[in-house]
Protein backbone atom coordinates (compact mmCIF):
# COMPACT_ATOMS: atom_id res chain seq x y z
CA UNK A 1 0.00 0.00 0.00
CA UNK A 2 3.04 2.19 0.42
CA UNK A 3 3.40 2.79 -3.11
CA UNK A 4 -0.30 4.28 -3.79
CA UNK A 5 -1.23 7.62 -4.21
CA UNK A 6 -4.51 7.12 -2.81
CA UNK A 7 -7.66 4.07 -2.46
CA UNK A 8 -10.63 4.14 -3.70
CA UNK A 9 -12.89 1.30 -2.19
CA UNK A 10 -16.36 0.58 -3.60
CA UNK A 11 -19.17 -1.96 -1.96
CA UNK A 12 -16.56 -3.80 -0.60
CA UNK A 13 -15.71 -5.12 3.19
CA UNK A 14 -12.51 -5.48 5.01
CA UNK A 15 -12.30 -8.02 7.68
CA UNK A 16 -9.89 -9.32 9.91
CA UNK A 17 -11.36 -12.86 9.27
CA UNK A 18 -13.63 -14.90 7.16
CA UNK A 19 -15.51 -14.57 10.25
CA UNK A 20 -15.47 -11.08 10.73
CA UNK A 21 -16.28 -10.90 6.63
CA UNK A 22 -19.54 -12.61 7.14
CA UNK A 23 -20.59 -10.77 10.50
CA UNK A 24 -20.79 -7.43 8.28
CA UNK A 25 -23.12 -8.99 6.04
CA UNK A 26 -26.93 -8.48 6.38
CA UNK A 27 -28.78 -12.17 7.52
CA UNK A 28 -31.30 -11.59 5.35
CA UNK A 29 -28.49 -11.33 2.48
CA UNK A 30 -28.25 -13.53 -0.18
CA UNK A 31 -24.75 -15.52 1.18
CA UNK A 32 -26.24 -18.60 1.45
CA UNK A 33 -27.19 -19.26 -2.33
CA UNK A 34 -24.20 -17.20 -3.20
CA UNK A 35 -21.53 -20.00 -3.55
CA UNK A 36 -24.36 -22.42 -5.54
CA UNK A 37 -22.97 -24.30 -8.32
CA UNK A 38 -26.45 -23.87 -10.32
CA UNK A 39 -28.81 -21.13 -9.89
CA UNK A 40 -32.61 -20.70 -10.65
CA UNK A 41 -33.63 -17.80 -12.33
CA UNK A 42 -35.58 -16.50 -9.25
CA UNK A 43 -32.20 -16.60 -7.41
CA UNK A 44 -30.20 -15.08 -10.03
CA UNK A 45 -33.03 -12.44 -9.33
CA UNK A 46 -32.50 -12.30 -5.81
CA UNK A 47 -28.64 -11.98 -5.89
CA UNK A 48 -28.79 -9.51 -8.83
CA UNK A 49 -31.14 -7.20 -6.09
CA UNK A 50 -28.66 -7.30 -3.96
CA UNK A 51 -25.63 -5.58 -6.18
CA UNK A 52 -28.52 -3.17 -8.02
CA UNK A 53 -31.38 -1.70 -7.85
CA UNK A 54 -34.09 -3.39 -9.73
CA UNK A 55 -36.16 -0.61 -10.51
CA UNK A 56 -33.04 2.42 -11.55
CA UNK A 57 -31.95 3.30 -14.52
CA UNK A 58 -34.86 1.41 -16.91
CA UNK A 59 -33.98 -1.79 -14.98
CA UNK A 60 -30.83 -1.98 -17.52
CA UNK A 61 -28.47 -2.76 -14.76
CA UNK A 62 -30.26 -5.15 -13.03
CA UNK A 63 -31.40 -7.24 -16.57
CA UNK A 64 -27.31 -7.28 -17.39
CA UNK A 65 -26.38 -8.20 -13.69
CA UNK A 66 -28.57 -10.95 -13.86
CA UNK A 67 -27.74 -12.17 -17.51
CA UNK A 68 -23.89 -11.62 -15.76
CA UNK A 69 -25.03 -14.36 -12.62
CA UNK A 70 -26.30 -17.01 -15.38
CA UNK A 71 -23.79 -16.95 -17.19
CA UNK A 72 -20.95 -16.69 -15.22
CA UNK A 73 -18.39 -20.25 -14.52
CA UNK A 74 -20.09 -22.11 -11.59
CA UNK A 75 -17.00 -23.38 -10.93
CA UNK A 76 -15.89 -19.85 -9.97
CA UNK A 77 -18.47 -19.26 -7.02
CA UNK A 78 -17.28 -23.02 -5.72
CA UNK A 79 -13.64 -22.70 -6.41
CA UNK A 80 -14.06 -18.81 -4.52
CA UNK A 81 -15.81 -20.43 -1.80
CA UNK A 82 -13.43 -23.29 -1.26
CA UNK A 83 -10.42 -20.58 -1.28
CA UNK A 84 -12.70 -18.55 1.38
CA UNK A 85 -12.56 -22.03 3.54
CA UNK A 86 -8.83 -23.28 2.81
CA UNK A 87 -6.40 -19.91 2.37
CA UNK A 88 -4.74 -18.05 5.10
CA UNK A 89 -6.65 -15.31 5.72
CA UNK A 90 -4.74 -11.47 5.19
CA UNK A 91 -6.38 -8.90 7.66
CA UNK A 92 -7.27 -6.58 5.32
CA UNK A 93 -8.21 -4.39 7.90
CA UNK A 94 -5.23 -4.50 9.51
CA UNK A 95 -3.22 -3.36 6.12
CA UNK A 96 -5.45 -0.62 5.74
CA UNK A 97 -5.09 0.86 9.28
CA UNK A 98 -1.34 0.37 9.52
CA UNK A 99 -0.84 2.74 6.34
CA UNK A 100 -2.46 5.72 7.63
CA UNK A 101 -0.88 7.47 5.34
CA UNK A 102 -2.56 6.78 2.04
CA UNK A 103 -5.46 8.71 1.34
CA UNK A 104 -8.32 7.03 1.22
CA UNK A 105 -12.32 6.85 0.87
CA UNK A 106 -14.93 4.42 0.79
CA UNK A 107 -17.86 4.24 -1.13
CA UNK A 108 -20.80 2.16 -0.09
CA UNK A 109 -24.48 1.63 -0.68
CA UNK A 110 -26.85 2.29 2.37
CA UNK A 111 -28.99 0.02 0.49
CA UNK A 112 -26.70 -2.96 0.68
CA UNK A 113 -28.56 -6.42 -0.09
CA UNK A 114 -24.70 -7.94 1.25
CA UNK A 115 -23.09 -5.53 4.06
CA UNK A 116 -24.39 -4.26 6.51
CA UNK A 117 -23.22 -0.31 5.64
CA UNK A 118 -24.58 1.05 9.05
CA UNK A 119 -22.42 -1.37 10.69
CA UNK A 120 -19.72 -1.11 8.93
CA UNK A 121 -19.40 2.21 8.96
CA UNK A 122 -19.43 1.85 12.84
CA UNK A 123 -16.50 -0.58 12.79
CA UNK A 124 -14.03 1.56 10.42
CA UNK A 125 -14.49 4.47 12.45
CA UNK A 126 -13.71 2.53 15.48
CA UNK A 127 -10.64 1.20 13.47
CA UNK A 128 -10.07 5.26 13.02
CA UNK A 129 -10.79 6.29 9.63
CA UNK A 130 -13.02 9.54 9.81
CA UNK A 131 -16.60 10.78 8.72
CA UNK A 132 -15.24 11.74 5.33
CA UNK A 133 -13.44 9.02 4.52
CA UNK A 134 -16.71 7.11 4.85
CA UNK A 135 -19.70 7.63 2.34
CA UNK A 136 -22.95 6.11 2.37
CA UNK A 137 -25.36 6.29 -0.57
CA UNK A 138 -28.63 6.33 0.21
CA UNK A 139 -30.77 4.51 -2.56
CA UNK A 140 -27.67 2.46 -3.38
CA UNK A 141 -27.00 -1.17 -3.50
CA UNK A 142 -23.85 -3.21 -3.62
CA UNK A 143 -22.53 -1.57 -6.90
CA UNK A 144 -22.32 2.09 -6.03
CA UNK A 145 -21.45 3.29 -9.59
CA UNK A 146 -24.14 1.72 -10.90
CA UNK A 147 -26.94 2.72 -8.63
CA UNK A 148 -25.62 6.27 -8.52
CA UNK A 149 -22.67 6.72 -11.41
CA UNK A 150 -23.20 10.74 -10.97
CA UNK A 151 -22.57 10.76 -7.41
CA UNK A 152 -19.61 8.16 -7.44
CA UNK A 153 -17.52 9.76 -10.16
CA UNK A 154 -18.39 13.47 -8.32
CA UNK A 155 -17.24 11.66 -4.97
CA UNK A 156 -14.06 9.77 -6.71
CA UNK A 157 -13.36 13.29 -8.83
CA UNK A 158 -13.36 14.88 -5.81
CA UNK A 159 -10.99 12.47 -4.06
CA UNK A 160 -8.20 12.60 -6.60
CA UNK A 161 -8.58 16.28 -7.08
CA UNK A 162 -7.60 16.27 -3.32
CA UNK A 163 -5.17 14.29 -3.38
CA UNK A 164 -2.97 15.72 -6.26
CA UNK A 165 -3.41 19.62 -4.55
Known sequence: LKMLDGLIIQGSAQAESVE???????????????????FTQHE????AAAYVD???NEQKN??????????????CRQQFAHYLETQVWVNERQLIQNNGTVPLIYILGLQDGFINSVYYKKVLLEAG????????LDQVRHVPHLDNPALCAKLIVEFINSILI
Not at 20 to 38: N, R, T
Not at 44 to 47: A, D, G
Open 54 to 56: PYK
Open 20 to 38: KLFALHHSPGPVDILFQKE
Open 62 to 75: FTQMVYDIKHTDPN
Open 129 to 136: LSKSQINL
Open 44 to 47: CNII
